[in-house]
């Protein structure tokens, strides 16, 4: 799977990097981490894209990989976003197969 806000930590080994770009899903990420009482260090890249850091130890990567999910998750938008057309197209795909399982069975 391809984690595309997990970095390596630059100088120490002991520790993974997350990273947003969103102010939003940062908080977000930081409140999940405080509930679960989760040690993190904190930093913004004042200098460059206001990218927000958070160094996490390598012990509770695998902890802290299921809250980043749910933080991405949290703010993912809908692939079909339209209610309707994504109901419409629901449909649509239920009547083709029904087509196909009646062609299947009266065709025996």
Same mark, same amino acid.
């Given at each position: ?25 940062? *908080?977000?990420?930081? %409140?999940?981490?405080?509930? %679960? ?6 930093? =913004?890249?004042?200098?460059? *894209?206001?990218?927000?850091?958070? !160094?996490?130890?390598? &012990? *509770? ?6 809250? %980043?999910?749910?933080?991405? !998750? ?7 976003? *339209?209610? !309707? ?5 629901? =449909?649509? &795909?239920? =009547? =083709?197969?029904?087509?196909?399982? &009646? !062609?299947?069975?009266? &065709?025996?």
């Amino acid at each position: 799977m391809i984690q595309v806000n997990i970095k390596e930590h630059p100088t120490n080994n002991k520790k993974r990097v997350f990273y947003y770009k969103d102010a939003a899903q940062a *908080d977000y990420f930081e %409140n999940l981490l405080k509930e %679960n009482a989760h040690y993190y260090e904190k930093q =913004i890249d004042v200098e460059g *894209d206001q990218t927000i850091y958070f !160094g996490i130890r390598s &012990s *509770d990567f695998e902890k802290v990989k299921k809250l %980043n999910y749910l933080t991405i !998750g949290h703010f993912r938008k809908p692939f079909i976003p *339209d209610k !309707g057309f994504r109901y419409i197209l629901i =449909i649509i &795909s239920l =009547i =083709i197969l029904a087509l196909a399982i &009646s !062609g299947a069975i009266l &065709s025996d």
